[in-house]
């Protein structure tokens, strides 16, 4: 026997000095990256409520990127109803003065009734990433299409007689019948109640957004766009030709146009309307729940992200200060094993 010592107190000794190295060894892993655990037996006690937070934002995660997706295309949809109710505004103040003046043929009238429908129509064939915005839930095709051709070519306008110019029909003002006909002419897109819609939240339904090209104020607006342009009766075959205007169509295209961005009562179209105000309003309205439910969810997220943390990620200067208090443990027990190992029995008994 070389050594004063036992079997028990080598074990012992051995089993503290791995205990060490793996502490110092989970340690490193700790500072290295950060995480407490690289598996969920290291933070089992918390592993059933790190997986519920995990499901929960990634929910609100989805929920963000469909809202964030939704106030880009009702951006765009806001942008171009301000366009078109600037430029309905324009026409109806020009309507205005050339009927007050009787001068209805200057400036060529109808010539630029259908180049504001030729602005509109790109307006209302708007697209993003996904599809044309005023199309309704059917976005693969340009919803409307406001050539002269292919509103007086059907009802209820009769065809044009060959070589001839087209006839100043029907004859104003048009009955809402008309106004529909006008629209299922011009209008190729989506037509069931409720086109788009989103999912903002669990258990909650859906809400819808959006509108289409043939809602009620782009309909009493191109009707009454058309039949200024019906003005004269040549057009578009001769668009400068002074005598065949006619003040019924001019005024009939006011009275829609004025119809169009109000929705107000008139005298041949008296029921309320919804007006280009009120759909700007309504896109508005759905873009402001849209960013109330998108504050929600992004506070939320930022509460499961911090929580997540708190259950995944280490504390830097307390793992540093652990990992300095193993390593000395681990040095002091290698010190203590290397002087049993020079106690001898000679060393000893001297």
């Known amino acids: ?19 060490t190295q793996s502490r110092i060894a ?17 933070i089992a006690p918390d592993v059933s409520r790190l997986l519920n937070l995990e499901t929960q934002r990634d929910g609100a995660k989805a929920y963000v990127a469909g809202i964030t997706t939704v106030q880009t295309r009702l951006k765009l949809m806001n942008s171009g109803l301000e366009n078109i109710e600037d430029i309905a505004n324009d026409m109806k103040s020009l309507l205005t003065s050339t009927i007050n003046t009787q001068a209805a043929y200057d400036g060529a009238i109808w ?46 306008f009769p065809a044009a007689p060959a070589g001839g110019p087209p006839p100043l029909a029907p004859a104003p003002p048009l009955t809402l019948t008309q106004i529909d006909q006008i ?30 090209a043939d809602a ?30 006619d003040q019924a169509y001019l005024q009939n295209g006011l009275e829609l146009i004025s119809k169009a961005i109000a929705g107000e009562p008139t005298a041949n179209y008296p029921a309320q309307a919804q007006g280009l105000r009120q759909i700007a309003g309504q896109v508005a309205a759905t873009n402001g729940v849209l960013g109330t439910m998108l504050e929600r969810h992004t506070n939320f997220i930022g509460y499961t992200e911090t929580t997540i943390g708190n259950i995944e990620q280490v504390d830097p200067a307390e793992a540093a200060v ?7 443990a681990l040095q002091a027990s290698l010190s203590t094993i290397a002087r049993l190992k020079d106690i001898t029995l000679l060393n000893y008994l001297s």
């Not at 652990?322 to 000395?328: A, E, G, H, I």
Request: charged letters at 20%; glycine letters at 6%.
């Open 216 to 245: 009620e104020a782009f309909k009493f607006l191109i009707a009454g766009l058309h039949m200024v342009r019906q003005a004269n009766s040549k057009f578009p075959a001769n668009p400068t030709a002074t005598t065949d205007i």
């Open 111 to 156: 010539n630029r009734a259908d180049d504001v429908l030729k602005q509109i129509q790109e307006v209302l064939n708007t697209q993003d990433d996904s599809g044309f915005l005023f199309a309704g839930a059917r976005r693969d095709k340009a919803p409307t299409d406001l050539t002269y051709a292919t509103i007086n070519a059907a009802p209820p």
């Open 183 to 212: 629209a299922d002419a011009y209008y190729s897109g989506s037509t069931t109640s409720s086109n788009l819609s989103i999912r903002i939240s669990d258990n909650v339904a859906p809400i819808s957004y959006g509108v289409t």
């Open 322 to 328: 652990k990992l300095n208090s193993d390593q000395l």
């Open 1 to 19: 026997m070389t050594r004063i010592s036992t079997l028990a107190q080598s074990s012992l000794l051995t089993s503290y000095m791995l205990g």
């Open 26 to 42: 989970d340690t490193q892993v700790q500072v290295g990256t950060g995480q407490k655990s690289q598996r969920y037996d290291g």
